[in-house]
């Protein structure tokens, strides 16, 4: 019902910024909330980010709060995270998460529709 495509990841020095998206294609008439993820290795998949249907409102999480900013374009489709002032604790794959719900979410099992990643790394 909905595909989701990460892009953007990339090595950046610390200090660096970086934009990710994440693309949908489907049932993209339809309202949905979004959020961003992320797994370092050796740690648990992680919550980053999320925004309602129409972008009124957004929700991070305190590694990311100050730093990050979630926001939606919906005539395109498209999701995206901005990262400012990265650090090497940073470094993770990143996955863009979808549902037709309205509101946010902040919960893995609260989205059906997952993207493949995308690999941020943030040297020092």
């Known amino acids: 019902q909905l595909q989701l495509v990460e892009s953007g990841g990339r090595l950046v020095q610390a200090g660096g910024s970086l934009r990710l998206s994440c693309a949908a294609s489907g049932r993209t008439a339809s309202n949905y909330v979004m959020g961003w993820f992320r797994q370092a290795p050796g740690k648990e998949r992680e919550f980053v980010a999320t925004i309602d249907g129409n972008g009124a409102s957004t929700y991070y999480a305190d590694t990311a709060r100050g730093r990050f900013t979630i926001s939606r374009d919906n005539a395109r489709n498209t999701a995206y995270l901005q990262m400012n002032s990265l650090k090497p604790d940073d470094t993770a794959v990143y996955y863009c998460?979808?549902?037709?719900?309205?509101?946010?979410?902040?919960?893995?099992?609260?989205?059906?529709?997952w993207g493949q990643g995308t690999q941020v790394t943030v040297s020092s």
């Open positions: 998460a979808a549902d037709f719900r309205y509101g946010l979410a902040v919960a893995s099992h609260d989205y059906d529709f």
